[in-house]
């Protein structure tokens, strides 16, 4: 089995997936409530608490497959991209577990994770397909041609899309992370009530800060009652805006490079306009949309192991 690590924003995870790509416990302990108060990641708050998590949450896992640690024949970590002291905690575990028992270390960029949470059973999806990846940090439109080829079509400008329902939530004074409550509240409302811009750019590449600076005017323009039964109405207008100009682009590209499969990852897939609005594209469980160290297994799958000791030397990165 695979152990798999991940530790590159604000969930301590950890997972243990064969080689045939079976979840055999998949563990993910969010530090969500922490950094609620702040209205975002705190980067230094975060690496503290994957110290204290980090074992209870490896823990945690091997109960949960009934295993031990001699049942773990590759030990697979992210290595990067994400915050650099998060990253850090769980690299340094993992190179001690996988020091400690001579086995050999897969070191995984988060990006192919979350591409990789598609090819776990039981519905596992076969390249080539197009993928959109849209989660807090990213926005891109890939050609995945196979497990190890991808080709970057289309990113972001400015925020990623994620960071815009983030924000979003935040000027209507939702909680964070603010996807899931703008998603919740938005059902409530009438998609219809505002018109907010879907931005124009050139090629595949997507924009939101035009977005939010519409939502931000919308609000602004409010007193504090008309904001609150104004709320579920904004939520539902700005959530259509986002998901109108994912899926514009995801069509866009598919078109464009002859793909039938298209495919959806990352926290915002976890969203149920966006599986709604595109009912022909795979996309993962919720539970694996959202950061979690069983996509990291499934991508050390499709990478090559770095044998015992050479990974000691191994750092993480922040970006590519
Ligand atoms: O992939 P992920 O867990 O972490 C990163 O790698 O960034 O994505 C987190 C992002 C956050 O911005 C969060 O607001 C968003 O995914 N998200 C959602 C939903 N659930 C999480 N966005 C829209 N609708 C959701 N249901
Ligand atoms: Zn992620």
């Known amino acids: 089995m695979i152990l798999g690590i991940e530790t590159s924003c604000d969930e301590t995870a950890a997972a243990l997936v064969t080689e045939d790509g079976e979840v055999r416990a998949s563990v993910v302990s969010s530090q969500a409530d922490l950094h609620a108060r702040y209205g975002g990641v705190v980067p230094e708050v975060a690496s503290r608490r994957h110290l204290e998590l980090v074992k209870p949450v490896i823990s945690e896992a091997l109960a949960d497959a009934s295993a ?14 994400g915050l650099i002291g998060a990253l ?3 690299l340094s575990v993992a190179k001690a ?34 993928c959109l990846l849209a989660s807090g940090g990213h926005t891109l439109l890939l050609d995945v041609r196979s497990h190890t080829e991808r080709e970057v079509l289309g990113t972001t400008r400015d925020d990623a899309a994620g960071e815009a329902f983030d924000k979003g939530a935040r000027l209507l004074g939702l909680g964070y992370p603010g996807g899931r409550e703008i998603d919740r509240l938005a059902r409530e409302g009438d998609p219809e009530a505002y018109d907010f811009p879907v931005a124009r750019v050139d090629g595949l590449d997507f924009s939101f800060s035009g977005l939010k600076t519409a939502l931000l005017y919308a609000v602004r323009d409010l007193s504090a009652e008309e904001l609150d039964t104004r709320r579920a109405d904004l939520a539902a207008s700005y959530q259509r805006a986002i998901v109108r100009a994912l899926v514009g682009r995801v069509r866009e590209a598919a078109e ?52 015992y000791p050479r990974y000691l030397g191994i750092d993480a990165y922040s970006s590519r």
Request: proline residues 8%; contains cysteine.
């Open 88 to 90: 850090l905690v769980g």
């Open 97 to 130: 577990l996988a020091w400690s028992r001579h086995l050999p270390l897969v070191g995984v960029d988060h990006l192919d994770g979350h591409v990789a949470s598609l090819y776990l059973q039981p519905d596992a999806l076969e390249p080539p397909f197009l």
């Open 256 to 307: 464009r490079v002859g793909r039938e499969q298209i495919a959806i990852v990352g926290g915002v897939a976890a969203n149920s306009e966006l599986r709604a609005a595109l009912p022909d594209a795979a996309a993962a469980p919720l539970s694996l949309c959202t950061d979690n160290a069983a996509m990291i297994a499934s991508a050390a799958r499709f990478t090559e192991s770095i044998p």
């Open 68 to 81: 031990t640690l001699d049942d773990v024949d590759r030990v697979a970590v992210t290595q990067g991209p």
